[in-house]
């Protein structure tokens, strides 16, 4: 995993950090969803959920156009179109 490239973060965070124990102190004991890690792995799983999502309305699309695909050539229609424009090929060059 790659380090943290923005010079500002470490401060930001130790902020942060600090805020929320001072918040403690004050208020007392806090759930765990009011911390600053906690919102930020809900966050991670919440971009999880919707990339798996993504991926399975992908996937889904995608067999959808292969089945259609697959039930023009059984019925016949694709076929037709095929066959037609190689009829008009051989027209011309007998001619």
């Known amino acids: ?6 010079p500002a ?4 965070f130790s902020y942060a950090v600090h805020l929320d124990e001072e918040k403690g102190e004050k208020l007392g004991p806090q759930h765990d969803s009011d911390s600053w890690l906690a919102r930020q792995q809900s966050k991670k799983k919440n971009r999880a959920r919707v990339c798996w999502g993504f991926w399975i309305v992908f996937l889904l699309f995608v067999a959808a156009v292969v089945a259609v695909i697959i039930w023009l050539v059984e019925s016949g229609v694709l076929s037709n179109i095929g066959h ?3 009829d008009k090929m ?5 001619s």
């Open 1 to 6: 995993m790659a380090g943290v490239r923005d």
């Open 84 to 86: 037609s424009g190689g």
């Open 90 to 94: 051989a027209d011309a060059s007998s």
């Open 9 to 12: 973060f470490w401060k930001r």
